[in-house]
């Protein structure tokens, strides 16, 4: 078992490059699919019965479509879009290669999140702005989204932690990062010492992201800073 510094002239550029791989991974698809599923949140609680703009059949559809790609463990999903991956990135492999599965993932998961967090929000907060004449996107940008942003904030570390998991699953069958150095020095060369610095790493990710957003949650609570 070779010291630190050994172990660091060995393996510490891999393990910087695999990093930087897998943080790739993690934002880049994330901030795509926090894109399309804020609104795809907020118009599947627009259209729910009884919402402020009620279409039964546009909801179902909506409803039915993000139920779906939620139910696709994320490892068959990657494997059949694999050419419709092809068709957008030029690729099916490699970073670019998770680009469209980790956000066909990420996306419904977001949505349903963004509709919880919006249905959240006291009815009375949406009703003051009504009653104003706001518009429906008014009603939404100044009472929704604000009065939802704590929770929506604690969501973002929900949904790192999730897409950060997918990105070690894309690494196991050859997407590059942690997780496949993780299993091509672990598992397949038996250098555990390699694997276990990549999950002590994914585990230093996951507290970073929790402890984030968890701060940034407290601060942007007004119901806690009141």
Do not use: K
């Amino acid at each position: 078992m070779p010291n630190l510094s050994e172990f660091l002239a060995e393996y510490g550029e891999l393990l910087f490059q695999g990093t930087g791989e897998t943080l790739a991974m993690l934002l880049v698809p994330t901030l795509i699919s926090y894109a399309l599923g804020i609104a795809l949140g907020v118009v599947l609680y627009l259209t729910a019965p009884g919402s402020l703009r009620p279409v039964r059949a546009l909801n179902a559809v909506l409803g039915w479509a993000v139920n779906i790609c939620r139910s696709f463990p994320f490892i068959v999903l990657m494997v059949s879009i694999i050419p419709l991956t092809r068709l957008i990135m030029g690729t099916g492999s490699g970073i670019l290669g998770t680009i469209p599965p980790l956000v066909l993932s990420a996306t419904p998961f977001i949505a349903r999140m963004v509709e919880q967090s919006l249905a959240e929000v006291p009815r009375e907060s949406v009703e003051a702005v009504e009653a104003c004449g706001a518009s429906v996107p008014r009603v939404v940008f100044s009472a929704l989204l604000p009065e939802a942003l704590p929770s929506l904030v604690r969501g973002v570390a929900v949904v790192l932690i999730a897409v950060l998991g997918y990105t070690a699953i894309a690494g196991a069958v050859g997407a590059g990062g942690l997780g496949d150095i993780a299993i091509r020095y672990g598992y397949y060369r038996y250098q555990s010492d390699v694997m276990i610095a990549a999950v002590v790493i994914l585990v230093a990710i996951v507290q970073a992201i929790q402890s984030a957003c968890d701060l940034l949650a407290r601060r942007v609570d007004h119901r806690s800073n009141g």
